[in-house]
């Protein structure tokens, strides 16, 4: 049984995640290619490691290219760093009014703030930059690629970290407008007042679109392996308890062949994971594809891989 439902027009955000090594980028990617042929897409990397130039055979980057052989797809590889640097840069005035109007830093510590990178905000970058995409709905499917595991929980918590930041902002400018309005009588919101209400707006559409389920799905990856099972399963069980539907579950590199002794090992290694995995996530849609003997790289390896997914 293939991936099921993903041509629903509702359907716009489509996160793949799970343990490192598992083939997360093949199967983003493969599904992107799939989703191509009906609808135009979008393929995101944020796994800092970026791997979809390689699988794609294609140099990728910090900037929406077409997908060659693909007319519908295109991609971009997420540079949290970059993406920070952008949103500084664009908002340098504001965020300097901020620290200038709410602490006692002078010009050279505010500047040197600025240029400090926050621990955190690589997802909360990345994750604003893939809202920003579909805020422009200039595609139809959205596919997110993202590193192992704690990096993708900490993408899908990024809503809650931006939240924050804005909370302790917003204090800091409550001081400075009870300031301002004990002295004159009144208070003028400002272009910092704007930001801080634009970012809140960011993390309810964040929030909106991770916990509809209507509009977002989160496609896990495992392989048939003790130490991949368990990082699923508590992956599955931190996402449900987020809010976040996750409908089907991507098992990769089953060994089926049993043409030699080799094989013969692995299959059998194989089959007490697979029925646990069976009985463990009934609830889902399993596709199980087989082990390729060749490195899924390249456009031929992909479609092979598409065919797998989508029987």
Same mark, same amino acid.
């Given at each position: ?20 090594? @598992? !083939? ?39 900037? @929406? ?20 640097? @952008? ?19 002078? %010009? ?29 709905? #200039?595609?139809?499917?959205? /596919? /997110? ?39 004159? !009588? ?7 007042? @704007?930001?801080?209400?634009? +970012? ?7 929030? %909106? ?7 977002? #799905? ?32 991507? /098992? ?21 994971? +697979? ?37």
């Amino acid at each position: 049984m293939g991936l099921k439902g993903l041509d629903n027009s509702d359907l716009k955000l489509l996160i793949f995640g799970g343990k490192g090594g @598992v !083939g997360k980028t093949s199967c983003a990617v493969a599904t992107a290619m799939s989703l191509a042929e009906n609808f135009k897409t979008l393929l995101i990397s944020t796994d800092p490691a970026h791997s979809v130039s390689d699988c794609l055979g294609q140099k990728i980057g910090f900037q @929406v290219v077409k997908v060659d052989g693909s007319p519908n797809l295109s991609a971009i590889e997420v540079f949290a760093d970059e993406a920070l640097s @952008v949103f500084i840069s664009a908002h340098q005035a504001e965020l300097k009014k901020l620290l200038e109007t709410s602490t006692n830093l002078d %010009n050279q510590d505010i500047e040197e703030m600025l240029a400090l990178s926050i621990p955190g905000i690589d997802e909360v970058m990345s994750f604003k930059t893939i809202t920003d995409f579909m805020e422009q709905g #200039e595609y139809d499917k959205y /596919v /997110v690629d993202t590193a192992p595991t704690g990096h993708a929980l900490r993408l899908i918590s990024s809503p809650k970290l931006l939240d924050d930041w804005i909370k302790v902002a917003a204090r800091m400018r409550w001081k400075y407008r009870y300031m301002i309005t004990s002295f004159s !009588g009144s208070y003028q919101h400002d272009d910092v007042d @704007v930001l801080l209400l634009s +970012l809140k707006r960011t993390v309810k559409r964040i929030e %909106n679109i991770l916990r509809d389920a209507t509009r977002c #799905e989160f496609i896990p990856v495992c392989i048939p392996e003790a130490m991949a099972m368990r990082e699923t399963e508590r992956l599955l069980s931190i996402l449900a308890s987020s809010g976040i539907v996750a409908r089907q579950l991507i /098992v990769n590199n089953v060994m089926v062949s049993d043409e030699c002794g080799f094989c013969r090992r692995s299959k059998a290694s194989q089959l007490p994971y +697979l029925t646990g995995i069976n009985e463990t996530f009934r609830h889902l849609n399993k596709v199980e594809v087989q082990r390729f003997a060749e490195e899924i790289k390249g456009l031929d390896a992909l479609n092979k891989l598409k065919m797998c997914l989508f029987e």
